[in-house]
């Protein structure tokens, strides 16, 4: 499917061309400005009534867009440690609420828990919902390769970090890829009973990109390298709880 993002032109067959300004690719509804009109109007992209300005089709029903950018930057990440950039990870876990999935690249030292954080290298797709972009001067729809040009562009100093060798970690991802793009992405994130620790490290959860999308049936995904261990303790700082009668527990 083409881009759909704020300021795609489409062509609706009541009011002629208009202008998308706001998104949401999770439910398929836009709100779009036709002509002079002031007010914008709310469409749902899944009736026959919006077509892209050429005439194309919109089959959000049939062939959504990925609402979330996890795949593709699981793509690019995999292009840049091709190229020499093999310090470069990204790290994907879920939002409270499970609707939504954060992201976050860092360079440098491979450390899961410590990660360095810079303007532009993290996001959710929660903001990738209304707005298709990563966040460093990319625009929507763009390949792989124009993804990193952004990128280069935006942050050089930061890329430059990652140059050096992580081979376990490249080949680990390399296979991650292969079992996964371009539908799927993986999450890191281990859920606990109260806190105990894990006795076996389950398979790394994996979540569809697009609304049509099977469950994953393909091979488990092992813990990327440095992973095992990180888990292994409960935690050592409890949680004050407050109860009713307002006297605090210890857990």
């Not at 959504?64 to 994907?92: E, I, N, S, T």
């Not at 209304?130 to 124009?146: L, Y």
């Not at 990128?151 to 890829?177: E, I, K, N, S, Y």
Request: aromatic share 12%.
């Amino acid at each position: 499917m083409k881009t759909l993002a704020p300021g795609t032109v489409i062509f609706h067959r009541h009011r002629g061309y208009g202008v998308i300004t706001a998104v949401n690719l999770l439910t398929g509804w836009i709100a779009a400005r036709f002509g002079s009109e002031a007010r914008t109007l709310d469409l749902n992209l899944s009736t026959d009534a919006v077509q892209f300005a050429d005439g194309a089709a919109i089959l959000f029903r049939r062939a959504p867009p990925d609402r979330m950018p996890h795949a593709r930057l699981m793509a690019m990440v995999r292009a840049l440690h091709g190229a020499g950039y093999q310090r470069l990870y990204l790290y994907a876990w879920p939002k409270p609420s499970g609707l939504h999935w954060r992201w976050h690249l860092f360079t440098g030292q491979r450390d899961w828990m410590q990660r360095p954080w810079r303007e532009g290298w993290y996001g959710s797709g929660a903001d990738y919902n209304v707005n298709p972009v990563m966040g460093w001067g990319d625009t929507p729809g763009a390949t792989t390769e124009e993804l990193i040009d952004a990128l280069a562009r935006f942050d050089p100093q930061g890329l430059a970090q990652a140059l050096g060798r992580d081979d376990d970690h490249t080949a680990w991802f390399g296979q991650v890829c292969d079992a996964l793009l371009p539908g799927y992405m993986y999450s890191l994130d281990m859920q606990r009973v109260d806190g105990a620790p894990l006795q076996e490290m389950p398979p790394v959860p994996v979540i569809p990109v697009r609304a049509t999308l099977a469950p994953y049936a393909g091979p488990a995904i092992a813990w990327p390298p440095g992973w095992a261990g990180l888990w292994s303790k409960v935690h050592a700082m409890p949680t004050p709880a407050i109860t009713l009668t307002g006297v605090q527990e210890i857990r």
